[in-house]
């Protein structure tokens, strides 16, 4: 049975079934949410976990050192469940051969803020915004599988936002509204 924390990594496990093809995955650091999710909806479970600290190989065979994956991104499919999304990670995953979202995922990728006015915008973890209207969209670093439209006709009188802090969430504002300046929708995950 899934938990609402284990659903957190629904965008990114849609990722991994999407892309592992016959490879084995590795996680970044282990989280059973994760395993459980992939398991239960994809029959997935992780091959190894990778590390960068050598003591933690003493917690069992599926450790291994994170080095030991160089040059097998046609092996091995590698999820960051955990970590934020890093650019120095990510470089490092690039010089090891690995392209991100084809053969690496981070479960909390970068936060992206879209302009007022953007259009038919899709991403890797299922965010999409259909119209923003007159809304800038901030997407957080845990967005995924939201659905953003705002009808052409409504009226945002300047400085006003759409937030999206977590997973499957939807903002749908139709026809003939008028918003005052400095109006924000936001849509945060509850975690307990």
Sequence with gaps: MLYLDALKFEPVANIINKYIKNR??????????????????????????????????????????????????????????????????????????????????????????????????????????????QFKVILSAMAGNSIINVDESVISKGNSSIVIGGCNSEILIEEQCVFEPNVHFEVFLIQR
């Design 24 to 133: 084995k995955l590795v996680l970044l650091g282990d989280s059973l949410n994760l395993r459980n999710l992939l398991f239960e909806k994809y029959q997935i479970s992780p091959e190894y976990i990778a590390t960068s600290v050598k003591s933690k190989l003493d917690k069992g065979k599926e450790y291994r050192m994170l080095s030991d994956f160089v040059g097998k991104s046609d092996e091995f499919y590698i999820c960051i469940p955990y970590l934020q999304y890093s650019e120095e990670m990510k470089a490092k995953l690039e010089s090891y051969g690995y392209k991100e979202f084809k053969d690496f995922a981070f479960a909390y990728h970068q936060r992206k803020v879209l302009p007022a006015y953007t259009k038919d915008y899709v991403d890797e973890y299922g965010n999409k915004v259909i119209s923003a209207g």
